[in-house]
């Protein structure tokens, strides 16, 4: 005959799960049998229909089986969410037999996880991934799962259980509540009062499998742990070794309160006493509902933006969180009683209350029940809000135009600022250009010239050597050496590769910023550049300024990604070279102004890069490595540098140079022997080596290589050569010997400039006030010497005096030229730019 039944409804991937436990006794055996039905919400009748079903037999033994608790949880085997199912059989001996069941798609049980207790599961339960279920008891925390398979506890001791899942790095997590910790001293004294002395009780994060104490605060004040009733974590998040988590809870005083990062930022007073759960939901406008659930059989729904109550209804049996009509968002599953028909899911309602609204066979008490007025109300609102978006839309569209045409004027004024120090003159764009209309009837006979042409300017003081190109992996080398007048010196350099296209009006330009490395005496400036689609020839980038040393020939190099202009199929690019260009005479600075170079056209193709091309090739000539300066400049431009300090306390340091030469079959580079290749194949070739001992015990190695992984394996190998006693110590790129001397020489320099500047200002305002002094002087000798009459000479002589004191009063108040003024600001400016850049380095070295 049939004993009794048991129901659990579970939500699950859009469906709904009810588990009925049947029990059976007849004269044969005793059955207990777990029925599962599968619940889908069919969009054409409004109701749920059966998609499928499942059973679980447990054939003799005692009836007193019961559901524990249902949940779905992750399969640590496969990382599948699948219902979980927790039983228990009591024995007749106080031993109670607990056991886990898995359901899987094809609605077919599997037992995982089985356990004995000499207790029953009361306070406290939950269902966790693994599977894992934990527990409290006596003020203890009890965990098992399928991994472990036997029960285990906690150091820590919980008064409650409010919360508890997975978080990231951490595992399974645990947050709870216990009694106050005080901190004693030796003596058994109180150090000070706490958090746990003033309420008696604490909050406490336990994270399980690294078995440690996390922060609680992080995620609610102490003050709080006596009030709180129910926890839902909503995010959490690790910044600066600290926990960022937003969290809401209840309280016994029906509130609702949200934490922020352990701070309370938002209250809400709920409508009906004796809270018990919290659900979130994320609906389909993306707004996030709060549902609470509520002892009488109430619940209430609390949006998250203006944390207030939207909805409240009474009479509820269940409620559930999921996607239950297939729309990608969540919605609320609100099942009512309904005592005329026993079907769990005859009467419910499903809503989002957004414009997702279902409801079968509804006969309760809702407080917010629908109107003509609400409904009325709503399509005015709609509206309105409506007529703010056009509105926002359209002053949206008129700062973009407002912007562009700032855009339009800052740079037409930098292209005339640019013509002014560049001494060219600056044309204006015709009204057809501008899309202007004349209102006479006049027109302007404009033969203007092609302002991209003005671009570049032609200086006989530097001559274009060569201008070479590499391809290199992912990267293309650009190197570009120039030949400059032994009076000239560059500045500021930096290179722009301008695409030539007619799919705009300009054509696009390459960012660039600037660095120096040297190479065996000579400089490279290796200028990395990114591209980008700007089209804006004359877009200035910040970089850091280069200074190039102005004796001989100069190569500059500039690397860019590859694959990007390959879009574009065949490339052709203008290649041209700013700088700073200071003339100077007799050691003096006569002349200093902007120019712009046009170094030539490159171009490349897949064919051409396919066919090798443009590749580099460095081959071996007997004990040296030979090739050409491009190669090497190529290498070097794409590698990163690394450098070390190697120190042997006991032994020399020969090892490194076999190293070299045997296990990285290295040799050195003919055009420059201090520097090895890497002939090694695979992954190291073309990694170049610097090694300089020192001394016998103590060396720096320098590599250049395309990648980290490249770095380890060197260091890997070079580490199985050293003897254990050897010291491998990183270096960086400017160690602070050498900025202390840079920093030195560039106060000097400050210095001087400082002192010539005030000398040539002083000397040239005394020359000026001696000539003037000198005429008042001459004339006054002159009247003296023409007059005879003693008074009139004392007169003269007095009014030389006063001539004398007005001099002397000016020689106090002392002014100086524009255009000196200019030059001393421009000089001292510089010298206290250099001298702060490189303080700033020695800062952060």
Known sequence: MLSDEQENILPYNGEVLIFQLSKAECAAEKTTRLHVNRMAYDSGTKLFVQKSSGLFSMHGGSLNIEIV????TADFRTGINLPCILMRNKKNNSVFKYFLLLLHSSNKFEQCLNFKLDYELKNDIRLLNGPTVLWRHAKKLFYVST????????????????????????????????TACLPEEKD????????????????????????????????LPHAYSSVISCVHVCRTAISRSQFRTSVVAITHKKQ??????????GICQLPYEEPCSIQVATTSRNDVLYVVSFASGNVCAVQRDSFQVASRWQEVTSVLVDDFIGTGTEQILLLFKNESNTDSLSTFIITDLGEVSYESNINCKEDFPPTEELQENGFLTIQALEARLQAGYTSVRELQQHLRLKEKVLFESCCALIDLVQEREHILPTAEEEGLVSLWDDTENLHPLDKKMTLTSEVPEYLI??????????????????????????????????????????????????KIVKLNKTFSALIKLDFHSENDLKKEYPRRPSKIPSDGAKTFVAVTRLSPLLAFRDICCIILLHA????????NLQESRQLTLLCGKISLCLEDISSGKYSVNLLRNNSHCTGIMED?????????????????????????????????????????????????????????????????????????????????????????????????????????????????????KEMVTLRSSFSSAVSEVENNLTLSCEADRKMSRFTVSSLADKKEAVRQLREELQNEQKQSALGMNRTVSGALYRQISLEIIEAQLCSDTIAWRLNIS
Not at 580 to 587: A, H, M, N, P, S
Not at 679 to 693: A, E, P, Q, V
Not at 709 to 735: A, I, M
């Open 69 to 72: 608790r249902c949940s779905s």
């Open 147 to 178: 991994k472990t398979c036997t029960v285990l506890s906690a150091s820590v001791q919980f008064s409650s259980i409010e919360w508890a899942d997975e978080i990231e790095n951490e595992g399974i997590v645990v947050l709870g509540t216990r």
């Open 188 to 219: 058994g004294q109180t150090l000070s009062l706490s958090d746990g002395a003033i309420w008696g009780s604490e909050f406490v994060v336990y994270a399980i499998e690294n078995q440690k104490i996390l922060t609680g605060t992080c995620f």
């Open 256 to 265: 609702l309160i949200w934490f922020q990062d352990g701070l309370p930022k």
């Open 465 to 514: 050597e060569k201008l070479w190109q590499r391809v290199v992996d992912d990267s293309l080398v650009i190197g570009v050496k120039i030949t400059e007048s032994p009076n000239l010196s560059l500045n500021d350099v930096s290179l722009s590769l301008v695409m030539e296209h007619d799919f705009t009006s300009d054509s696009p330009v390459i960012e660039c910023q600037s």
């Open 580 to 587: 700073k260009r200071r003339k100077y005479q007799d050691g």
């Open 632 to 748: 090497i400049f190529a290498i070097l431009a794409i590698s990163l540098k690394f450098s070390f300090q190697i120190v042997s306390s006991d032994c020399t340091l020969t090892p490194v140079n076999m190293w070299l030469l045997s296990q990285m079959e290295c040799m050195p580079i003919k055009e420059c022997p201090e520097n090895m290749f890497c002939h090694k194949l695979g992954s190291l070739r073309g990694t170049i080596f610097n090694w300089n001992l020192q001394t016998p015990f103590e060396g720096t190695l320098t590599l250049f290589c395309r990648n980290q992984t490249v770095l380890f394996q060197c260091l890997h190998s070079l580490l199985g050569v050293l003897p254990p006693t050897c010291k491998v110590k990183p270096l960086r790129l400017e160690s602070k010997d050498i900025l202390t001397d840079q920093f030195a020489l560039a106060l000097e």
